[in-house]
């Protein structure tokens, strides 16, 4: 549904992913479901970077988490060059795990306290059985200052570094065991400003150097606008439109992208712009609205939107919203 | 950064403690060695005797010799309490990782039979056990190992759910790391500090069961010495010869005092947030 039309092979193909959460309302009350993510459709072409941003609650994180299974994807495929990890017994799962890693989003909670540097960097390549002891330490070593730290830090425990430091050495575990593909989970929101354009140079650089295919999951549209070559948004768990970043930042089609597009910051006081506030909170993933879940809140309403889920379309090349309105991108 | 043996000798009350255990304990290993008599041979002629050259801490009723006693007594106290602590530990442990990990029915399962335990009355439960098993040495260390473990059960499972879902251990299963290697290299070492807290203080605990449990009869048998067994015939003799029953409830006093404060103090050295101050 939501491909561009392209000749490459996809590295990362995500089909139909929904994640529904059981829930139960009061002691005797009748079993919901939260549907987190619901129906996300997902490619991902070798090399490039392709980030999903929106709302807190909107299911990006839950989508990043069931891509590697961290959560367990309730329905859907996962094809990951060729094979549908969806489906992958939890051994084998483990083993190609070392093909896709995953960088989190608090590199104080990401850590483990009680381990040294050193530990936590060994630890990938011992549980893959990968080189010799020594081997293993001089790996460690050259990763370490791959990522800009020095290797005589690697004895110290992580309570010993700062929050930009430790996002480089959740950074470095993750890329110990050369993945391709590189999960990234709000990976600066919790550094200062002036650490998170470190830290985005640094897997740009890291990018450039190993070949890495980065998903890229964040609400912070100027750091995707930095880092993307392709940005999906999404609503209430689902995406809403994915474009290239141009199209999608100059010539934003879906009314909710618009919305959150006009809720950037302008470094210039005198600049004119045009907000589109939304009204309104997100709704329950519990008890989404009928039709298009966006309609609600949606300043373009139409009858239609409150019935009929919105259709897929092509607004330009590779550019799809869910939307229906007629847009021409 | 200090090494663990800088920050040791630093904090004085783990130093005072770890020396005064020391010397108990060596007291108990040396007891053949320090003893001055036989803890159960009888002097007719000395009986209920106060402290005296020949006697360091006067005899009891039958004329046996108070210091041997204690000292001897040591050997069993300290057993009893490191053994059943032992166990409690192993399989609390197990119990809580598998519990706070797995959860659902496992969950259930285990912290329902850790409630029926938790319901009884320690030294009851442990009254109850000994007399199924019978009394001796062997089950009185069964009886409070087994009574202890729902305490360290919860804990540890406590720990597991507070742990299980904090980032860290996410990474670990990203890398591919076994629920093996993740119970027992993520979770549990950062589980293991009120697990050392709480098995200091269960230690004193088991000592002070198994001091009741003899104290009733029902532990170790005489004539072995044990501290809570020599209370508990002092009683009669406690006006005659006072010694009797302050001597072997100091030496109880100063164990338990110890394995507390030392079980604090390591808390403090072990936990790394601790490290760097």
Redesign the interface.
């Known amino acids: 549904m939501m491909q561009p039309q392209t000749e490459k092979t996809p590295l990362l193909e995500v089909k139909a992913l929904k994640k529904y959460y059981p829930v139960k309302r009061g002691l005797w009350g009748r079993a919901g479901v939260v549907r987190a993510v619901d129906g996300v459709d997902l490619t991902v072409y070798p090399g490039e970077t392709v980030s999903i941003v929106g709302e807190s609650g909107c299911g990006k994180s839950t989508t990043g988490r069931c891509i ?1 299974r ?1 959560i367990e994807p309730t329905e859907g495929q996962i094809w990951f060059e060729g094979t549908d990890i969806s489906r992958l017994s939890q051994d084998r799962l ?2 190609m ?2 093909h896709m ?2 960088v ?3 590199p104080f ?6 381990k040294t540097i050193r530990q936590i960097l060994s ?2 390549l011992i ?2 059985g990968i080189g010799s002891a020594r081997e293993r330490k001089q790996r460690v070593e050259e990763m370490m200052e791959v990522v800009g730290l020095s290797k005589s830090h690697l004895d ?2 992580p ?2 570094f700062s929050g930009g430091q430790r996002q480089r050495i ?1 950074i470095a ?2 890329l110990i ?1 050369r993945p391709k593909l590189i999960i990234a989970d709000e990976p600066v929101s919790a550094l200062d400003v002036s650490i998170q354009a470190q830290i985005l140079n640094l897997m740009q650089d890291l990018q450039r150097e190993f070949q890495l295919t980065y998903l890229f999951i964040s609400h912070d549209l100027s750091v995707v606008r930095h880092i993307s070559d392709r940005v999906a948004v999404m609503y209430l768990g689902k995406v809403v439109e994915i474009a290239d970043k141009k199209s999608l930042y100059e010539k934003p089609a879906h009314p909710y992208t618009r919305a959150l597009l006009s809720a950037v910051p302008i470094p210039d006081p005198d600049a004119v712009r045009e907000r589109i506030i939304l009204e309104g909170d997100l709704p329950s993933p519990a008890n989404p609205p009928t039709g298009c879940t966006f309609h609600p809140r949606c300043p373009s309403c139409m009858e239609v939107c409150k019935t009929t889920p919105p259709p897929v379309k092509e607004v330009g090349e590779g550019h799809l919203i869910a939307c229906h309105l007629d847009v021409t991108g | ?1 200090n090494t663990f043996r800088q920050r040791f000798v630093q904090n004085k009350t783990a130093v005072v403690c770890l020396i005064v255990l020391a010397v108990i304990c060596l007291a108990a290993i040396l007891a053949p060695v320090i003893a001055p008599y036989d803890p159960t041979q009888m002097f007719q002629e000395h009986r209920l005797e106060g402290s005296s050259g020949q006697f360091l801490l006067g005899t009891d009723q039958f004329g046996r010799d108070l210091f041997s006693r204690i000292i001897y007594g040591a050997q069993v106290s300290l057993l009893v309490g490191v053994s059943s602590v032992a166990i409690s530990v192993a399989f609390g442990s197990l119990f809580g990782l598998l519990a706070g990990y797995f959860g659902r029915w496992i969950d259930s399962l285990i912290m329902r039979v850790m409630d029926v335990l938790f319901a009884f009355p320690e030294i009851l439960l442990a009254l109850a056990i000994v007399a199924a098993l019978g009394p001796g040495m062997v089950n009185t260390i069964l009886a409070i190992g087994i009574v202890n473990i729902p305490i360290f059960t919860r804990i540890v499972r406590g720990a597991v759910l507070s742990i299980k879902n ?3 251990v ?9 629920t093996k ?1 993740i119970l027992f290299l ?1 979770i549990f ?2 589980a293991s500090a009120p697990l050392l807290v709480q098995a200091s203080l269960a230690i004193s605990g088991a000592i002070l069961t198994e001091s009741g449990l003899s104290f009733l009869g029902l532990g170790i048998q005489p004539p072995d010495p044990s501290w809570g067994g020599m209370i508990s015939e002092a009683r009669r003799y406690m006006e005659l010869a006072p010694g009797m029953i302050v001597w072997p409830c100091a030496a109880m006093t100063v164990t338990i005092l110890a394995f507390n404060l030392f079980g604090d103090a390591l808390r403090d050295l072990l936990d ?2 601790h ?2 101050k």
């Open positions: 590697l961290l483990r083993q795990r070392r890693q995953f989190f989003q608090d909670a990401s850590l483990n306290p009680r630890d990938p549980v893959h110290r425990y309570h010993e959740g575990r993750a065991l | 950064m904090l980032e860290y996410e990474s670990a299963r990203v890398i591919g790391a076994s290697r993520e070492p950062n790394p947030r490290r760097s």
